[in-house]
């Protein structure tokens, strides 16, 4: 069954760090790149930090470069979002998801559920 599953949201306080893991199930990883979006409420969703499908480059956002980083293991199934430095702007559902090819552009064909990340100030 093609699934992700994300982990390793929690509570944190400004300043502080945080690793996300994305936990992937059938054929919907290795060869895909994927996206790591968050959603806070009242606001659209948005990618936060593109990994490519070999997990040899990543692409952040404006609002968290410098701070987070991606990797990604088509070995493991697993990819991971490396969030340091955290502001209370970056409270909010953390989500991986992988795309129909090797690009990110467009929109990911696979969601996980959300992971909730707060930072406190």
């Known amino acids: ?20 893991s994305c936990a992937a199930s059938g054929n919907i990883f290795s060869g895909y790149a ?20 070999d997990g040899g480059d990543y692409w952040p956002a404006d609002s968290v470069k410098g701070r987070f980083t991606g990797s990604k293991d088509n070995a493991k199934n697993m990819a991971y ?9 970056d409270t909010a559902v953390y989500y991986c998801s992988t795309y129909a090819g090797s690009s990110w552009f467009g929109t990911p064909r696979y969601w ?5 990340v707060t930072v406190s100030s």
């Not at 069954?1 to 996300?20: I, P």
């Not at 409420?41 to 930090?49: A, F, T, Y």
């Not at 979002?81 to 702007?89: H, I, S, T, W």
């Open 1 to 20: 069954q093609a699934q992700l599953v994300e982990s390793g949201g929690g509570l944190v306080q400004a300043g502080e760090s945080l690793r996300l």
């Open 81 to 89: 979002l490396q969030m340091n430095n955290l502001k209370p702007e």
């Open 112 to 116: 996980g559920q959300g992971t909730q």
């Open 34 to 53: 994927m996206g790591w979006f968050r959603q806070a409420p009242g606001k659209e969703r948005e990618l936060v930090l593109a990994i490519s499908w």
